[in-house]
């Protein structure tokens, strides 16, 4: 209990006090996930790991049946007859303390049974040990960690987590006499007691170090972390059983919850709380009376186990008859009316004290409280009976809180082995990408592996339903195939064989997604507008006016993506890779927060083009009406967004669907009355009312500046560079057909020095844009890339290119 003690005092709020136990995954030194919310920790617990476990699981199920179906199992492995005593195990010894923890928990976990599990080469003995150098490793990791990163804790939730999935194969096991509820718990309460002195005797060899270390915070999630109940999934059956885990009868846990107490209200200390409640149960006569008979059972089983413990050794029928007085009841009157079964063990007490022996004494103690709960004398002191009761109930709210935030814990944890293939795993693993847990000793981690930075490529084409419409070809699906996906893949693939790294994330309707070279992904955006004008020249040749086609492109650079593979049978046709021939049905899914970015950077903005148009509509009309043209195709621009009052929106949606020029006045008047008001009262206001964003409309080719001079960086050795500011006033003559947005123009020409040299690719810088990644809110720099086939770039050609390239 000082565990919770030392989670509840800690916190300031139960909020708090609940977060500690899922905070892990912010310590990782790899996590996944975009918000603290969504973190988690991607895992695989070693092979042998895993097979130790489901052999120490498969044993004591074996075990269990040959009690029930009186079976002879393999040379070697010997099933004692029914015993409650310890004396086969040393004192001090881990498998000793695991029988102790068991002891009178579950009538099926007799000391017989824990014997031939817990023997020298015995499973259960085996994964203690394999689990004690595990949690040894962890907790070394920490050290080496410098206390930075909860690496215990994320192995104890990863492992609890597998030791609860392999149990559903108990569900295919049928025991004579022992249905799957009985054999659930007792399963779940013998793994988890295995645990359990796993954890304690691995903090014992990490104190003998004397560490610096401070492993409180781990201790206590550690210790909170492994209940009665971690282990087993039907939690409501855990207090069904006498004797069970608690000593509590369901009744009495939800007579004593029916009070009102909140066990869990953070600070205080747990005596405190112990009292407060003893008292409240005091003061309830049904609930105290209730809690008195359960206590005078738990005095009297106290006492038989204590004897049993210390003398049985399986050949004493008087023995059984002890354990079978106290067993299968909840409550002392419970067992005062199983007359036969009371007076059999209280004979057997005084038996066993009346013949010399070295129990006699014991015995007749034994037999004295048989008399005392005859006489109603028990419990002997009902004050400290009623604490022990309170104590109880306090351990069992504990762990169901504990339990409850274990199974919030499991989400930020992610099992890869259910995903990757060994090979995946494996490479993985030594990019630091995943942890692993074993008990070996090559790392938790491996090194993470600085892997070069990339670009990604998003193409998502617009408005191409009008254009197929107009165009009178066959149907949209053709046009996708043969004109967009085809090509584009195939200049794609020529690159890749020419040695350049490039990969294809998704096809996605109209759009496709790739990753790579920067260099390859800039050169084929160039490619995608040759292709596009060769489509539309293929057009005109067959009598058809064709528009130019609209698509957003945009390259962003930063970190590779992650790549994972779904299984999913049924879905092969939704991609599919080859091993040995056979087709495996696992879908590609590639993460990254810069394919986010590349997809958002081919953005549409409605209201940065409707301020575009209406920038050449006034300067239309200062200029006589005559119209120029904008010479772009991608725009960065701030807008000003306004709130209005329901009533004022509701009157303006009236005067749009009307046209009526009386609602027209009434909307500009009220719109007015609100803008006056909240830009002449207070600052907050007015902010309220008005927000101001920069968005992006891009029906051409952009990539950001970090893309912008990885490219110019990738291709030094083959391209020169010249950086250019020319004021928009200082343009020649034949610019004034266009439009510009701004007032100086910040250009980026990149000139081939090859044999070949293709056109000058000339870059230009079209505003600041907001992206929200992983860790938030990034500002990026947005450079176009100018069509080599529009007007403005001819002017450039013509005007500037040739006089900027370096001699």
Not at 47 to 56: G, K, N, P, Y
Not at 472 to 498: C, D, G, Q
Not at 699 to 709: F, M, N, Q, T, Y
Request: proline share 4%; glycine share 8%.
């Amino acid at each position: 209990m000082q565990a919770f003690e030392r989670i509840l005092r800690g916190a300031k709020s139960r909020e708090q006090a609940d977060a500690a136990w899922t905070s892990f995954a912010e310590t990782a030194r790899y996590r996944v996930g975009p918000t603290p919310g969504e973190r988690k920790v991607p895992f695989a617990l070693s092979t042998d790991l895993v097979r130790c476990a489901l052999a120490a699981q498969s044993e004591l199920v074996a075990l269990l049946r040959s009690r029930s179906e009186d079976l002879l199992l393999a040379p070697g492995v010997d099933v004692r007859i029914r015993a409650f005593g310890l004396r086969a195990w040393r004192e001090g010894t881990a498998e000793r303390r695991v029988a102790l923890a068991l002891h009178g928990v579950d009538p099926l976990l007799d000391a017989g049974l824990l014997e031939a599990w817990l023997r020298r080469e015995g499973a259960g003995t085996k994964l203690l040990t394999m689990l004690t150098a595990l949690y040894v490793k962890s907790l070394e990791e920490e050290v080496r960690q410098e206390g930075r990163e909860q690496t215990a804790w994320i192995t104890h939730v990863a492992l609890t987590g597998q030791l609860r999935a392999q149990k559903e194969a108990l569900k295919e096991v049928n025991l004579k006499g022992l249905g799957y509820e009985s054999l659930e718990r007792t399963v779940g309460l013998a793994l988890s007691a295995i645990v359990a002195i796993s954890v304690e005797a691995a903090f014992a060899d990490i104190r003998a170090r004397h560490y610096t270390v401070d492993f409180s915070r781990t201790e206590a999630l550690l210790a909170g972390g492994i209940t009665p109940m971690t282990l087993v999934a039907i939690t409501n059956s855990i207090l069904r059983p006498g004797p069970n885990a608690y000593g509590l009868p369901r009744e009495l846990v939800a007579a004593i919850d029916f009070l009102g107490i909140d066990p869990l209200t953070p600070g205080g200390e747990f005596l405190q709380r112990i009292n407060e409640t003893a008292q409240k149960i005091g003061r309830d006569s049904g609930v105290r009376t209730l809690a008195l008979d359960v206590a005078g059972l738990r005095e009297l089983r106290g006492a038989v186990f204590s004897y049993l413990r210390e003398f049985d050794v399986g050949r004493e029928p008087r023995h059984e008859a002890l354990f079978a007085s106290v067993a299968g009841v909840h409550t002392l009157s419970a067992a005062l009316a199983q007359v036969k079964a009371f007076e059999g063990g209280w004979h057997g007490a005084a038996a066993i004290a009346a013949a010399p022996g070295a129990g006699a004494k014991t015995a007749d103690a034994v037999a004295k409280v048989y008399d005392a709960a005859t006489r109603g004398k028990l419990p002997s002191d009902p004050d400290s009976a009623l604490l022990g009761i309170a104590a109880a109930w306090l351990v069992y709210r504990y762990d169901r809180w504990a339990e409850e935030r274990l199974e919030a814990a499991r989400q930020h944890i992610i099992d890869r082995a259910k995903e990757f293939s060994f090979n995946e795993l494996k490479a993985n693993f030594e990019a630091g990408r995943v942890y692993r847990f074993a008990a070996d000793n090559e790392p938790v981690l491996g090194e993470a592996v600085q892997r070069a930075e990339e670009g990604h490529f998003f193409l998502d084409l617009k408005g191409f339903t009008r254009m197929v419409a107009v165009a009178k070809e066959t149907n949209a699906v053709e046009f996708m195939k043969h004109e967009f996906y085809s090509p584009i893949l195939n200049r794609a693939k020529a690159y890749r064989e020419a040695g350049r790294r490039l990969e294809l994330n998704n096809l996605l309707g109209d759009a496709v997604s790739f990753s790579g070279d920067v260099a390859a992904l800039v050169f084929l955006a160039e490619d995608v507008n040759q292709l596009f004008i060769e489509y539309e020249e293929k057009l005109r040749t067959r009598g058809v006016r064709a528009n130019r086609i609209e698509a957003g492109l945009f390259i962003a650079w930063g970190a590779p993506p992650e790549t994972i593979h779904v299984e999913s049978e049924g879905w092969g046709d939704a991609g599919f890779s080859e091993t040995l021939g056979a087709r495996e049905q696992r879908i590609k899914v590639a993460i990254a927060e810069k394919i986010n970015e590349s997809a958002r950077g081919t953005a549409r903005s409605g209201a940065v083009w409707s301020r575009m148009q209406s920038l050449l509509e006034e300067d239309a009309r200062r200029n006589g009406g005559e119209a120029r043209e904008l010479p772009w195709n991608v725009y960065v621009d701030r807008v000003l967004q306004l709130t209005l009052p329901p009533s004022v929106m509701e009157l303006a949606e009236r005067a749009l669907d009307t046209s009526d020029p009386a609602f027209a006045d009434a909307t500009a008047r009220a719109i007015g009355e609100v803008v006056r008001e909240g830009l002449g009262g207070e600052t907050g206001t007015a902010r309220k009312m008005f927000a101001a964003t920069a968005d992006l409309y891009n029906v051409g080719r952009a990539l950001s500046k970090e893309a912008l001079d990885a490219f110019l960086r990738g291709t030094a050795t083959l391209r020169v560079n010249v950086m250019k500011e020319l004021a928009v006033s200082e343009l020649p003559p034949a610019f004034s057909r266009f439009l510009f947005p701004e007032k100086i123009l910040r250009l980026v020409v990149s000139y081939d020095v090859g044999k070949a040299r293709r056109p000058p690719l000339l870059f230009r810088y079209a505003g600041d844009l907001q992206f929200r990644g992983y860790e938030g809110l990034r500002t990026t720099q947005i450079f176009e890339i100018v069509d080599s086939a529009s007007p403005i770039y001819g002017l450039f050609e013509r005007n500037f290119l040739e006089i900027w390239r370096p001699k």
